[in-house]
């Protein structure tokens, strides 16, 4: 794994780490739950030399920002302070090395300090979208008097915010009508805004959207119905079957004007 830096949190396991171990937090899991699981989940870097010193020395300097430091993470990362083996990989640049130990002189004293009180930790909601598949919603361009139509292909779970939640995201097409949809054939009828076209033509529609922005974007749709609509032909080309974008709620316009761009210059 990479590292940029002497500091404890400037490589990529400790970065890893941290996060992993504040995400298994915010999921629910209890003090107990969430370092267990980390540490089952971090065999590779434990039997690692460099990686095994890097996974101590953040999940030690973690667990007591938060006030859950054990006695045996604490005693695990002392041991291998004093150790000395960490600095090895240090001894072609001495000056980065003195950075090193003073790095580790720093965490020896913090870990020994008294730890803060046990913080509270925000737990983070799973999102599942309220949607429907062959849900249909209009968007009203008014520059242009033309509609938007989001139509609802299918939903996909997805780690978009934590490892491990799995929000249920949904997969959409854009549509552009001229008219307010009101029937199955005012869906059909309007055209799919491509999101690219392949070298011989062949186009790839669907967006799948993450949470953010959702609630404040989805206030601007209409709800039209629940149409079977007519799915185009889609290109196969990666694990997600074909999704060629994936971003939030909050670069609709954008993804929006690439569409119709893109449908004035192969339409």
Not at 51 to 58: C, L, P, S, V
Not at 158 to 187: A, H, N, Q, R
Not at 208 to 233: D, H, I, L, Q
Request: hydrophobic fraction near 40%; charge should be negative; include cysteine.
């Amino acid at each position: 794994m990479g590292s940029w830096g002497t500091g404890i949190f400037q490589n990529d396991v400790s970065e890893e780490v941290r996060t992993n171990y504040r995400n298994k937090l915010k999921l629910g899991k209890s003090d107990e739950e969430a370092l267990k699981e980390l540490l089952d989940d971090s065999q590779e870097y434990l039997k690692e030399d460099d990686d095994r010193y890097d996974f101590w020395f953040a999940l030690s300097s973690v667990m007591y920002d938060l006030g859950r430091l054990t006695n045996e993470v604490k005693n695990t990362a002392l041991e291998l302070i004093a150790d000395g083996g960490d600095l090895m990989r240090w001894s072609d640049n001495k000056v980065n090395q003195k950075k090193r130990v003073l790095q580790l002189e720093n965490l020896k004293m913090k870990l020994l300090s008294e730890q803060p009180e046990r913080k509270k930790i925000k737990l983070v909601q799973k999102f599942i979208c309220p949607w429907n598949v062959n849900d249909i919603f209009v968007y009203q361009l008014e520059s242009v008097n033309k509609f938007i139509l989001i139509a609802v292909d299918k939903f996909l779970p997805c780690d978009s915010d934590i490892i491990g939640m799995y929000d249920m995201l949904p997969v959409t097409f854009l549509k552009l009508s001229d008219v307010y949809p009101e029937t199955l054939e005012d869906v059909n009828n309007a055209l799919f805004l491509p999101r690219w076209f392949n070298q011989n033509g062949l186009a790839e529609f669907r967006c799948m959207w993450f949470k953010t922005g959702f609630k404040k974007t989805s206030a601007k749709f209409k709800y039209v119905g629940n149409f079977p609509f007519v799915r185009p032909e889609l290109i196969q080309y990666d694990r997600n079957e074909g999704l060629c974008y994936c971003g939030s709620w909050h670069r609709l316009d954008t993804v929006i004007n690439d569409g119709i761009k893109l449908l004035n210059l192969y339409h």
